[in-house]
């Protein structure tokens, strides 16, 4: 069985401050972890996803998350937020086909 | 590339009424996969369509039901509604090669149900 946690529902952090997004994940198979992020209204966007080789996966917009087998975790981290960042972002992993278990997701809040 | 497309956008239905929405996937893609977002559940799978065959179904009752046509365009019926099906109807479309693949969400059918 396949599962995610998200240990934290609200994370509000000031403007140019760092921030990192907790995800804990429960996986009896080969391992694919996913980040999406989505703004009011929208669907959800990729963000960045590990597949397998190097444990840290960087995103284009400053995002980067690292995969921790031992810890069985893939946090995400900026080292500094934008009032853009404003989201809710979902860790998911994937399973057979194309399914998506999703945490509950983290609503990031960015404060001037 | 035209992005996953999801008619309509918003909507508001009658408890007992039936709904259809529709999905066009990112042209090429064969997989569609319908999720359902509420406040309370979260993101929750509904079902997974590839060729035109179910492939995946989650834990909904029978009155979920979905189908793909012969262009990979998917559509996700609700019959009877219900207040608690009031939600974020999402499509996913995947270029599906593995499961390491990602998914491309349309921007979704927000169904309200009075």
């Known amino acids: 069985a396949q599962s995610v946690t998200q240990l934290d529902s609200q994370v509000p952090v000031f403007e140019e401050a760092p921030v990192e997004l907790r995800c804990n994940y429960s996986s009896s198979v080969s391992v694919y972890l996913f980040w999406y992020v989505q703004y009011p209204n929208q669907g959800l966007q990729l963000l960045l996803k590990?597949?397998?080789?190097?444990?840290l996966v960087e995103s284009i917009n400053g995002f980067e998350a690292e995969f921790n087998k031992s810890q069985t975790s893939f946090h995400l981290r900026k080292p500094s937020v934008h009032i853009s960042d404003t989201a809710e972002y979902f860790c998911a992993v994937s399973s057979t086909g194309n399914q998506f278990y999703f945490g509950t997701g983290t609503s990031l809040t960015v404060i001037p | 590339k035209a992005g996953v497309t999801q008619t309509p956008r918003y909507l508001i239905k009658t408890r007992g009424q039936q709904v259809t929405l529709s999905c066009s996937p990112i042209s090429g893609h064969r997989s569609v996969s319908w999720y359902q977002q509420t406040p309370g559940q979260g993101l929750q799978f509904l079902f997974e369509y590839f060729s035109e065959t179910q492939r995946n179904k989650g834990n909904f009752p029978g009155r979920f039901s979905g189908r793909q046509f012969s262009n990979s365009r998917s559509e996700m019926n609700v019959s009877t509604l219900e207040l608690g099906d009031s939600a974020l109807y999402l499509c996913a479309s995947s270029g599906w090669t593995g499961p390491n693949t990602e998914a491309f969400f349309g921007q979704g059918t927000r169904l309200t149900v009075v």
């Open positions: 590990y597949l397998s080789g190097s444990t």
